[in-house]
């Protein structure tokens, strides 16, 4: 966050080099935690291959809202008509 607040692209050079600087890369779990981060990061240019996962995430939680609506206005309905 840091490196970003700087205008700095938050790569892992960049990001090792501010928690470096920091004195807290051993803390934070070195050199394997910082590749674990950055292997569990959408970066901006691979932004193509995450879109249609996201566009598919948030059509399916449309559809579940949908279907949620129509569920709890049957339930309603059900309940006005005792």
Same mark, same amino acid.
């Given at each position: @966050?840091?490196?970003?607040?700087?205008? !700095? *692209?938050?790569? !892992? !050079?960049? %990001?090792?080099?501010? %928690?470096?600087?920091?004195?807290?890369? +051993? *803390? !934070?779990?070195? +050199?394997? &935690?910082? /590749? +674990? %981060?950055?292997?569990?990061?959408?970066?901006?240019?691979?932004?193509?291959?995450?879109?249609? &996962? $996201?566009?598919?995430?948030?059509?399916?939680?449309? $559809?579940?809202? $949908?279907?949620?609506? @129509? %569920?709890? /206005?049957?339930?309603?309905? +059900? $309940? /006005?008509?005792?």
């Amino acid at each position: @966050m840091r490196a970003i607040a700087k205008g !700095i *692209q938050a790569d !892992i !050079i960049n %990001v090792r080099a501010e %928690v470096e600087g920091a004195g807290e890369y +051993e *803390q !934070i779990g070195g +050199e394997e &935690k910082l /590749k +674990e %981060v950055a292997a569990s990061c959408a970066a901006h240019n691979n932004w193509k291959r995450y879109y249609p &996962k $996201l566009e598919e995430a948030r059509y399916r939680r449309s $559809l579940e809202y $949908l279907a949620s609506d @129509m %569920v709890h /206005k049957a339930r309603d309905r +059900e $309940l /006005k008509l005792d």
